[in-house]
């Protein structure tokens, strides 16, 4: 090995550490010049301008043309993110109905989405459903594919296999390495609530249209997500989970197990659960369990019904927001349970069981409606993994 091969190995990461300053700021910022691309990454013109052709050349940006100001000199072009350069394959596993999936484009617009009915699927019967989702999306495409985002129920670690995913009958599936072989593409899997809190953060939660603009102002979504930095989002489904944005930075935990409050014992007396133990709180709050609860009782009922689900959630969550001074916490469910009473003996149990220093500046609320917060996120997982954008 020589000298040169040696200085050009060291050089690469730094290289893609420069190439992701440059796509991280035209990406959170909006369209800008080379010359302003140096101040706002910190790095030379020089080099801002051979990463720039760099990213011209690949596709993924694009000169604007000039900038229309009143500013002495001869004017600047513009250079932006070419959004629809590539497109992403996202896949939503979270739904004990269906596996949802959709190709976004680099911004995080939906442009066509396609489901398969899991019609009760486990084990490899559900490994090949979404193999077929992935090859039915493929299909949609019209633009290169940067890569596939999976957001599944269950613990996930690094590699992409899932350690555990109780409902889909999955133990140490290599998930990513089976989808990578099966579409020959790069595959990127992650727990869905880390993507529904990484959906937030990176794109908000306003449903993007495909982009075919590319504005000089920040981006309307990312602008919004750029400004969480403390959030909680619960995820309540086939499951019950919760994804952790604390100092604008992922949490995950040693085990990946972050976030698993599904199994946390909330009724000592109450129904078994499909972990084998008894009273989690998956089986008060997750929805196919709650809904069938609520056809035991009569509309009157329903809302104590709800209010019972909502307070032992806010029994679980209330340490939680307390340890980590969470000044945000999202639900992301079906509106028709979240919304009203369960919504709100959450907020309120929470509140009665922390400090008013940290309730008071607790915000509870449900997801916005349209959102696809898995889906996005997933979408996240492949920008991160691909393009080095966070």
């Known amino acids: 090995m020589t000298s040169t091969t040696i200085t050009r ?136 594919v940067l890569g596939v985002g999976v957001a599944t129920p269950g613990i996930v670690d690094h590699d992409g296999v899932v350690r555990t995913a109780v409902h889909l009958g999955w133990y140490d599936l290599p998930l990513r390495a089976r989808l990578s072989d099966h579409a020959g593409l790069p595959v990127h899997v992650g727990n869905d609530s880390n993507a529904a809190a990484v959906g937030i953060r990176t794109f908000g939660e306003t449903t993007v249209q495909a982009a075919t603009a590319h504005p000089a102002t920040p981006h309307p979504a990312t602008a919004r997500a750029a400004t969480a930095q403390s959030l909680m989002v619960v995820t309540i489904d086939h499951g019950v989970g919760v994804g952790l944005v604390v100092a604008g930075a992922l949490v995950e935990g040693d085990q990946f197990s972050a976030g698993e409050i599904g199994h946390v014992t909330v009724d000592e007396n109450g129904d078994v659960c499909a972990c084998g133990r008894r009273g989690c709180l998956e089986e008060v709050l997750a929805a196919p369990q709650l809904r069938a609860r609520l056809r035991q009782h009569d509309e009157g009922s329903r809302g104590a019904v709800l209010h019972d689900a909502g307070r032992a959630l806010g029994l679980v969550l209330a340490p939680i927001v307390s340890a980590l001074n969470i000044d945000e916490v999202v639900l992301s469910g079906p509106a028709d349970l979240v919304e009203g009473a369960l919504l709100r003996a959450a907020r309120e149990t929470v509140r009665q069981r922390t400090l008013s220093a940290v309730s008071n500046g607790l915000t509870m609320r449900i997801a916005g409606s349209g959102t696809d917060l898995a889906l996005r996120g997933a979408a996240s997982f492949v920008l991160q993994a691909e393009l080095g954008l966070t």
Request: hydrophobic share 45%; net charge negative.
């Open 9 to 144: 190995q060291q050089q690469a990461p730094v290289r893609a550490h420069n190439r992701s300053l440059v796509l991280q700021a035209l990406y959170r910022d909006g369209s800008m010049s080379r010359a302003d691309l140096a101040r706002r990454s910190g790095l030379t013109r020089p080099t801002v301008s051979a990463l720039v052709a760099e990213l011209i050349d690949g596709g993924v940006a694009r000169e604007l043309g000039v900038r229309d100001d009143s500013r002495v000199g001869k004017p600047a072009t513009l250079v932006g993110i070419e959004s629809d350069a590539f497109h992403i394959v996202t896949v939503d596993l979270s739904s004990a109905e269906r596996f949802v999936g959709a190709v976004v484009d680099l911004r995080g617009g939906v442009v066509e989405r396609a489901s398969v009915d899991l019609d009760g699927a486990v084990g490899e019967a559900a490994v090949a459903l979404v193999e077929r989702l992935v090859d039915d999306l493929g299909a949609l495409t019209t633009r290169p």
